[in-house]
């Protein structure tokens, strides 16, 4: 008994060693707070706790697998507010499925992950319709039209605004050697690759954005704008964008005119990042960036978190309708340039012709260059009458020839009947 008792001393003296030299662990009180399963699959997750949260090599993740998504080096969630993950997390569509949250002990896969925050449904509630915790983080999940970045019971964004200090530093910080990732603020390379203005009656109007880097890109506190200085408020958001890969912000309010706009692009000390204007739109249709390397957009068939469909032509239906005119698309790359281009057909001495801006650069986002080959089947009334006259003068020779030949065999048969008539006397 003695040496039991001994034995529980020395266990429970090694546990508080342990304890006062091992660093404390820090529960976060990170919850899972809105999840949209369709059309793109995106994951928020709300800070409740005083304190910032290092989010770091976090994992989410489904109900299993070998697969699941790694939360980017230096991504800080604030006391108090939300970050938006945007990827392919498998989540199922039609049938049941979890989402899990595991903090950065060790992955899903293994016995040792520590997990921070689980929810499970039946299945998806539909296109654009989110499980969302209401009240915020510790209320029970129900469903209701996507508000991601925002609270779920209020009008108001739960995205962490940096307040911008004036104040001196004391010592230079030192310039990194390599480009950081997930400093958002100095991410380049970062594109608009497509934007709904002018959706469906119930649809949300929707930006969505190419990262032409080879890492992935953790986007906070970024904006999408209308024409500087319009009437629309701007949008903040904050998601993750994979290698080459898309992200989709969705916006809860309509911000642009569907008669005419700017949409806009700008990181989070509201740096113009990119941008394209438009004088028309087309109810349910896109614009859409042919390339990369240019910066014209074009009218598309939606092609959310996809490479970019081809455009549509915009002929005037008099061209269209001509029967003459055989047109074939070549699949080839092209760029996109500033603006929304429309294809015309001008007239040139009464002849229809197609006039299209092409240039060769690399392919981005697969986009097509159309190109028309146009036939003329009338012939000149000139070119009718020699074809006429030769028919003619062919015919003309020929009845000649006849008649040769029907003069001579007369003239043959009349001196034989001659001779044979002397000889007979």
Not at 291 to 317: A, G, H, M, V, Y
Request: hydrophobic content about 35%; some cysteine; glycine content about 4%.
């Amino acid at each position: 008994m003695k040496d039991t008792f001994k034995d529980i001393f020395t266990s429970l003296t090694l546990i508080f060693i342990v304890c006062l030299i091992l660093p404390p662990v820090l529960f976060a009180d990170i919850k899972l707070n809105e999840v949209l399963v369709e059309p793109d699959q995106s994951v928020e997750l709300l800070n409740t706790s005083t304190d910032e949260v290092d989010l770091s090599s976090w994992y989410i993740d489904d109900s299993g697998g070998t697969t699941y998504y790694t939360i980017p080096q230096n991504t800080i969630i604030h006391p108090g507010s939300c970050l938006v993950f945007s990827s392919n997390f498998n989540f199922n569509k039609t049938s049941a499925d979890t989402v899990r949250i595991f903090d950065n002990t060790a992955p899903p896969v293994s016995t040792l992950s520590a997990l921070i925050d689980i929810f499970s449904y039946s299945k998806s509630p539909g296109d654009g319709i989110s499980f969302i915790r209401s009240p915020d983080a510790h209320g029970e999940w129900t469903t209701a039209s996507a508000s991601l970045s925002f609270f779920n019971t209020i009008e108001e964004t739960c995205l962490y605004f940096q307040p911008i200090t004036s104040s001196p530093t004391p010592t230079p910080s030192p310039t990194p050697s390599i480009q950081n990732s997930n400093n958002s603020t100095n991410i380049k390379n970062i594109y608009i690759s497509e934007a709904m203005v002018a959706p469906d009656t119930g649809d949300n109007e929707w930006v969505e954005l190419y990262n032409d880097n080879n890492f992935e890109v953790n986007l906070i506190d970024w904006y999408i704008d209308d024409i500087a200085e319009g009437g629309s408020t701007q949008k903040k958001f904050s998601l993750s964008i994979p290698v080459y890969g898309f992200a989709v912000v969705d916006i809860k309010s309509s911000v642009f005119n569907n008669s005419g706009d700017e949409v806009r692009l700008l990181n989070s000390f509201g740096d113009l990042t990119d941008s394209f204007t438009y004088d028309f739109s087309q109810k349910g249709k896109t614009f859409g960036k042919i390339s990369f390397l240019s910066t014209e957009f074009c009218t598309q068939e939606p092609s959310k978190n996809r490479f970019n469909n081809t455009c549509i032509d915009n002929l005037d239906d008099e061209s269209t309708q001509n029967n003459d005119i055989k047109s074939t698309i070549n699949l080839e790359s092209k760029p996109y340039i500033s603006k929304v281009t429309k294809i015309n057909t001008p007239t040139i001495d009464g002849k229809n012709y197609i006039e299209i801006n092409s240039t060769k650069t690399n392919d981005v986002l697969g986009a097509s260059t159309l190109s028309y080959k146009y036939s003329q089947t009338d012939r000149k009334p000139f070119l009718n009458s020699l074809l006429l006259i030769s028919a003619s003068y062919s015919l003309l020779t020929l009845l000649s020839v006849s008649l040769k030949i029907k003069l001579r065999n007369e003239k043959n048969i009349s001196v034989s009947i001659h001779t044979l008539s002397r000889k007979l006397t």
